[in-house]
C-alpha cells in the first residue's frame, strides 16, 4: 500500500496533444480518406518492414514520403506510377 502510495503522489498529469499538434512519422499509423470516400489505413515503416498486404508502407515510398510530417486534416497529393492521387489524413495514431 505503501509503495501505491509513494507511486501515486510521484505520478504527473501528461496533457494529451491537440490533434492539429500531430504530425506523421516512421511508426505513424495514419488513417486516409480518399476523394470517393474510400478509407485507407497504413502504418509507415523502414523500407526493411515494408509489406504492403499488412498495410505496412516504407516512408522511402512515394505515399510515405508524402504523407511525412503532414498534419491531421491535411490533404496530401502523391505522385505514383498510375497518375496524381489526393488523400485526407482524417487520423494519425501513435503505439507499439
Same mark, same amino acid.
Given at each position: 500500500?505503501?509503495?501505491? @502510495? +509513494?507511486?501515486? $503522489? +510521484?505520478?504527473?498529469?501528461?496533457?494529451?496533444?491537440?490533434?492539429? &499538434?500531430?504530425?506523421?512519422?516512421?511508426? !505513424?499509423?495514419?488513417?486516409? @480518406?480518399?476523394? $470517393?470516400?474510400?478509407?485507407?489505413? =497504413?502504418?509507415?515503416?523502414?523500407?526493411?518492414? +515494408? $509489406?504492403?498486404?499488412?498495410?505496412? #508502407? $516504407? #516512408? &522511402? !515510398?512515394?505515399?510515405?514520403?508524402?504523407?511525412?510530417?503532414?498534419?491531421?486534416? &491535411?490533404?496530401?497529393?502523391? #505522385?505514383?506510377?498510375?497518375?496524381?492521387? @489526393? =488523400?485526407?489524413?482524417?487520423?494519425?495514431?501513435?503505439?507499439?
Amino acid at each position: 500500500m505503501r509503495e501505491l @502510495r +509513494a507511486a501515486i $503522489s +510521484a505520478a504527473a498529469v501528461v496533457e494529451e496533444k491537440a490533434a492539429e &499538434d500531430l504530425v506523421v512519422r516512421l511508426r !505513424s499509423r495514419v488513417i486516409l @480518406r480518399t476523394p $470517393s470516400g474510400e478509407k485507407l489505413t =497504413y502504418t509507415l515503416v523502414p523500407k526493411t518492414q +515494408a $509489406s504492403p498486404a499488412d498495410n505496412k #508502407i $516504407s #516512408i &522511402d !515510398s512515394p505515399i510515405g514520403k508524402a504523407l511525412l510530417n503532414h498534419h491531421q486534416g &491535411d490533404t496530401v497529393k502523391v #505522385i505514383a506510377p498510375v497518375g496524381e492521387l @489526393r =488523400y485526407q489524413i482524417e487520423r494519425i495514431e501513435f503505439g507499439p
